[in-house]
């Protein structure tokens, strides 16, 4: 089992910056990739980025490419989301995720989430 849970989400204005962190533990012998995804009011789940764990290479969706960016620690196994030029659009609860079979952004193959972080950035 492994356990996440998701910090640093908060109020902020049009264009301001928040660092997430999502901090891991438990088996994570068998991680692959993590991913933060999204939920917004009235959408889908969405995934915001990926990570492979032991080489960094990263994904993005495209409407948070070249302002948002996903890192992680692996001696502290601590994931990172950070995110600037935020906008109204990006509000909403931040999960953070763990997948033992893939690196992408695929939500069906991740099976272990946090709790979530609230992030609303008003205009």
């Known amino acids: 089992q492994v356990d996440l849970v998701e910090s640093g989400g908060g109020l902020v204005q049009d264009g301001d910056s928040l660092r997430l962190s999502c901090t891991t533990s438990?088996?994570?012998?068998?991680?692959?990739?993590m991913a933060w995804f999204r939920q917004t009011p009235g959408n889908e789940r969405e995934c915001v980025g990926s990570?492979?764990?032991?080489?960094?290479?990263?994904t993005y969706v495209d409407s948070v490419k070249g302002r948002f960016t996903i890192s992680r620690h692996t001696v502290s196994k601590t994931l990172y989301l950070q995110m600037n030029s935020l906008k109204p659009e990006d509000t909403g609860v931040y999960f953070c995720?763990?997948?033992?079979?893939?690196?992408?952004?695929?939500?069906?193959?991740?099976?272990?989430w946090g709790q979530g972080t609230q992030v609303t950035v008003s205009s």
């Open positions: 995720a763990e997948s033992r079979l893939t690196f992408y952004c695929n939500s069906d193959e991740y099976d272990a």
């Open positions: 990570i492979h764990w032991l080489t960094g290479s990263t």
């Open positions: 438990g088996r994570t012998m068998s991680r692959l990739g």
